[in-house]
């Protein structure tokens, strides 16, 4: 784990030009924005031979501020874009910046097929359990009577658990945090960058202008609380499962790290046994 | 690159259909990238790449849908490898919002559109040129895009050269239109002398990453279009969709930046339309009446042309092979003397609207529309022609 400044990595990975970045005050996306940094520091990841793509909405945005090569595609298509990055240069490092919307909504299809295909890149989901950039819109994560511009009485739909349809499809690492565990999330974040195969790795994040506004939920730091006492870690509740107990409560930590061989090298060598 | 293909193909005179044609193209341009999803009568052209694309270095990857097929596709090209996917109908029309972002940030790339009777799924074996309005504009907001109309099997064959090369020369999507009559016919195709084969790369930066803008142009040319830095290269540049600057920043409230963007965006192409509108025509010396085609109508047009000279009458064919951008201005001067201009198409009128603006109030302009499947006779032209001999 690197304990390096701030400075540093603003410094050294970020397009100086392109800030300060729309994000509001106390807003989650700029923490796992700097989670991952640290973790490409870490691993000093060749920013020439790495894609930041995304899609469309505030974690969107992301890639933006980073000084490598960027694609900010359409909302919902960035797993389709990187795909066809990584395909076509199997030797550049891609790493996608999705919304829970993004990923899980509009994108859903996508994000199902890459994984089922094994494409070898890191997705990145920061889920707000909101449609963010838009003004606070129900999203596929957000939990069942909450509020948002567009539950006025709450939310009647069952959330999707991305991080568990990750698992469930076959994501060979998946992993989930929130922006309150900053060292586990970077060392997840290491680990799903120096895997082979398609990676994920879900941060629970606070979106105090939107979801904590119609919540009610006070501060950002209030959100953060909450996500910390609304979730459980992995083992503790492998646990309580064992001991034949159960929990409402959201599972986190380490959630898959298996080996399994990503399309990429598949068909490499299906093209070399052609020849 | 291209050598390898020709030897790879083996003979030098096949008979072959349309989709099949449009695969050799694309092998002869270095296209190295498909992505697509299966239909109706489309699908040959997906199933030719991917016997070809495993044996010639390239990718082909059948995707979940036709917006992950072109979304894919402009990623690849991203990192500089041309990159082509082939629809129909309902896939094109999936494909819009695509094809928009790959007008806006400048990425190129080859749509193929077999034709199909819509709306809707239609008639999915059918042929039909109900998707040419929508290839100009199905995407929304201002923009420019590159259609080509072959008649041919073998011109299918030279124009999805073209297209590759037209997608690479002005950065943008390239449509290149077929129906399912072409994309199914089968018909002698010799393939080019590898002398004779143009193959254009986009223009790549020609200067170093510290200076270099990705959309700034007049680096080293006039050209509206401007330099190329794939991903992976060191210039790491960011694409966005959303209103941009020269540096490839969003900024997305300033009037000044979106409309200087946006009529380069159109104006790249349209300033050299006089190089890339390809047409051919025939008896307009003295014609008073010229009937305007495109693609396979272009067929029964021209011996309806020819049955209608037999019998005295005056009248002359254009062909058009580049369909948009519409160049009004030429359309105007090479229908000036015809009192009558007729337009077949298989559908209920589409092409027929610019021609219209094009001549203005004086020419009787007359839409001969076919719908349902079945090909223009010579004789539902003649028709037309002959009712308006006078
Ligand atoms: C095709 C399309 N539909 C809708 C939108 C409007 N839109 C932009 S961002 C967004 C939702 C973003 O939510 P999420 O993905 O969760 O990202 P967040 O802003 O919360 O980070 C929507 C609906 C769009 N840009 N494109
Ligand atoms: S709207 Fe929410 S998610 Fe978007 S920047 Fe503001 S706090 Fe962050
Ligand atoms: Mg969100």
Redesign the interface.
Known sequence: MSFISNDIIIDKYLRKDMLPTIFCTGCGIGSVMNFSLRAIHDLNIDMNKTVFVSGIGCSSRVPGYIYSDGLHSLHGRAIAYATGVKLANPELKVIVFTGDGDCGAIGGNHFLHAIRRNVDITVISINNFIYGMTGGQVAPTTPLKSKTTTTPYGNIEYPIDLSMTAKVIGAPYVARWTTAHPVQCINSIKKALQKTGFSFVEVLSPCPTSYGRLNKMGTALDLTKHFKESTINIKLYEKMLAEGKTTDKMVIGELVDIEKEDFNTKYKRFCGELK | MTNDVIRLLGKKNLFIQGDDAVVYGALIADC??F?GYPITPATEVAEGMALWM??L?G?Y?Q???E??SI???????????K?MTATSGPGFSLMQ??IG?SCMAEIPCVIVNVQRGGPSTGQPTEAAQGDVMQAMWGTHGDHQIIALAPKSVQETLDLTIEAFNLSEDYRVPVILLLDAEIGHMREKVVLPEIINVKVDDRVPATIGPDKYRPYRTGFTRTSKVPEFAP????????????THDK?G??VTTSAEVHEELVRRLVEKVQDDMDIIWYHEDSFLEDAEIIVVSYGTTARPAVSAVKMARKNGIKVGHIRLITIWPFHYEKMKEVLKNAHTVIVPEMNLGQMVHPIREAVGKNTKVISAPKIGGAIHTPYDILKFIEGDKN
């Open positions: 190295r990238f992505a495993p044996r270095g990718v990857v995707m979940e849908d917006i992950a979304a894919a596709v402009i990623g690849a090209s991203c990192t500089g490898v990159s919002e695509c972002y991903f992976g290269s060191g210039y790491r540049t960011y694409v966005t969709g959303l540096r920043f969003p």
